[in-house]
């Protein structure tokens, strides 16, 4: 049976590991009850040992000396929460060569350094959960990894930031431009001092590779993934998309064609009777199809104390049950690669396309876009003109599937047109047949 | 590291035996790059090893003798998905007793006789998985045991049944009425002929006695879950709860208040802006609140061969992976009750109500009815009454929460009334805080 109480080691004790010790500490004999053996927090360190965080610890919990929890021999997990590259790839490389097992939050270091953590937990026969990676309060990474391990996925779709679908829903509601979305989200706790992180569609990024690894056994390639965020997108484009019938989400997409795999970043129109549509402020939802299960939405919070505290533990949990049962089980939370996919080269990727040109309202202008678009074999779906009193008008259109790399030739010779005021906005569309 | 491989025996070759032996067939070598190790289909059993089920099956597979698999000691996993209570419990136990383990899709089975089996499982030392028995596309069982373990569930709202809210979306989206829907419905085969478990309740009844027991270790209790169904919701109610910013829907609920759990299934009124009233057709969907990881909801498929054999296949993965790693894991696998908790009794409950009353159009009814929902500590919250033509007309309101003991004198009052024509009709609302 193994031991009887399984330890854990929290490095970093901000939010989420304040999060993670309140409910290890909290609901204690709740977890024993439901699982048979008790999961006991042993130590916590943090360079601060002082601040307050609202939770009482047993006197010599908190230590500020990480090797007091590598090197003992009591801890069976260590769980890091100090997020970036360094030291936190050092703290879990030491862990599991000492044959622990690791538990991390840090989307940043496995989408970067993914491959190396996984190839030394598996040649210490150890495991990494990385739950609380992705979306905390959604257990994506399970329902991958287990509940879809017969299936074969065809795509994922993800709203997983909270920041941006907060910004954009702001601004879809209420009609305001973007920075005074950014200045809101900002002063409710939900964007940082520099928001570009999130804004700009990195931490979408960080979150895509992980799921494009684990779905598709793609290497982490992170520096790879085409990434667009939401600083561009107007009122006047969420107007348009309205009009349209559709909505405005920055999206991170990971597809299967054939053998290769598309995975991007960028806002992106959906139809507004979509489920994913209506996923509103700072919540996170994920849509995946697979072929047996078929299409399934996950929704929940993004991120937070709790939530992905929640996530933590849920690994904690699942490793502890591991350990336990005396179980060799742990090969298979590893990240098994698959040498046959590669990532689709962006340029490569079909889409669909909304166009807006500030046009000179001439006769022979239209004809003339049109013209470029159909000699780089791009297809008008719908167009709307709008107004005819000033010198540049809207024209907006929807395009049929086009390859990315015509598209940007197209736009390229349509924005050296006399007759184009300024440069044409792009966003790419999803889920028609078109 | 125990077995080399994992060897299956399906009994019950009808839809979901034949997508499970699909994905098995099918995605063998996906699946063992996944975990590490084969999974082997090795045998079948049917009554009828005849009928062409358009698959494939290596010779001598399929046969109609139960014992040759139960008693086939290289078996490890039986998979019983015959449905109905006998022999269908007898089959499970006898494998139990071998030492196998079982995956069942068989949610009346485990909503009558789930605790004789999981004690059998217990003592046997063997799992039982039934991710397949609780709306199939959704691994909701896997979340909650796992995701969750760490969690405390507040409630959970679940459209579980696809027959009823697809003939309610077919209501709502065309005004037209429960025959023609429900007729529509079994032209697809998204209804039996005989319709009475899917509308009546009964089926989402079985579900939630499941996720009762499993989200607050209440014992089995399906005969004690109130159970109201679909077919007495009419064009004018939908209409109605439309102009007070409402769906309704078929909405199997678990809740804790206190050492109490309330199970309950009845068409339950939603705000048409939640994410889960816009849940539409077969598809289920299953909210749930918890205290750490907060709300969340989880779509898909609810029924078919294909996610219904995926979520069959996931628990045999799971399982595989326990047997092969050489794990105890196996009683965490099993369904903890909780002594502490009991289900709350209906009369008991607090809800809030649409009521339709049919009131002859004179003065003074009004105020005759208000006074019966008043001297029973009911009060109303907005009502509407429509046109003043005919000699009865329809007057609705929408109460506050009430005690549902105090509704139903309320309304042995109010339908005693002279002035009263028809029997009142109510619907329970959920989703606000009233």
């Known amino acids: 049976m193994g031991k009887s109480s399984i330890n854990v080691g929290i490095i970093g004790f901000g939010t989420v590991g304040t999060g993670t010790a309140r409910i290890l500490l909290n609901n204690r004999s709740e977890i024993e009850r439901r699982i048979g053996f008790p999961v006991v927090l042993k130590r916590i360190a943090d360079i601060n040992v002082r601040a307050d965080r609202g939770i009482g610890l047993p006197g010599g919990m908190l230590v500020s000396d ?25 703290f879990i490389l030491s862990a599991l060569k000492k044959g622990k097992h690791a538990v991390t939050a840090n989307k940043a270091l496995l989408a970067t350094e993914g491959s190396a ?33 017969g299936d074969r996925i065809k795509s994922v779709y993800g709203i997983i930031n909270g920041t941006s679908n907060y910004i954009l829903t702001k601004m879809t509601d209420e009609g305001v431009d973007f920075g005074i979305a950014l200045k809101e989200a900002q002063s ?42 939401i600083t561009a997108i107007t009122p006047a484009d969420i107007q348009f998309a309205t009009e349209f019938g559709y909505k405005i989400k920055l999206l991170a997409i990971a597809k299967q064609s054939g053998k290769e795999v598309e995975v991007r970043v960028h806002p992106t129109m959906l139809p507004r009777e979509y489920l994913i549509s209506n996923v509103n402020g700072v919540r996170n939802a994920i849509y995946l199809e697979s072929d047996s299960a078929g299409p399934a939405l996950y929704y929940g919070s993004g991120a937070g104390e709790m ?22 089980r742990i090969t298979g939370l590893g990240m098994p690669q698959n040498p046959g996919v590669k990532m689709k080269k962006m340029e490569d990727v079909l889409t669909s396309y909304y166009l807006r040109l500030s046009a000179l309202d001439k006769p022979g202008v239209l004809s003339k876009i049109s013209g470029i678009l159909g000699k780089h074999n791009i297809s008008i779906k719908s167009m709307i003109q709008k107004g005819r009193d000033r010198k540049a ?40 047949e078109n």
């Open 117 to 149: 953590l996984f190839e030394a937990a598996k040649k210490n026969n150890v495991s990494i959960g990385f739950e609380a990676a992705v979306a905390g309060g959604i257990p994506i990474i399970k329902v991958v990894r287990e509940s879809l391990a």
């Open 393 to 432: 008008v809207p024209v907006v259109m929807m395009t049929h599937k086009a390859r990315e790399k015509d598209m940007a030739k197209a736009l390229r010779e349509i924005n050296r047109l006399p007759s184009v005021a300024k440069k044409t906005v792009y966003i790419r569309v999803e889920g028609e």
């Open 307 to 328: 939530p992905t505290g929640n996530a933590v533990v849920s690994d904690i949990i699942d490793i502890a049950r591991d350990i336990r049962g005396g179980s060799q």
């Open 188 to 229: 409710l706790g939900y964007a940082e001092a520099d928001p570009a992180f999130d804004i700009e569609g990195i931490d979408s990024a960080h979150k895509i590779a992980i799921l494009a690894s684990l779905c598709y056994g793609l290497p982490f390639s992170f520096k790879k993934i085409y990434t667009q965020g």
């Open 66 to 90: 990480v090797s007091l929890l590598i090197n003992d021999p009591e801890i069976d997990i260590i769980v890091e929460l100090i997020g970036g590259i360094h030291p936190a790839k050092e």
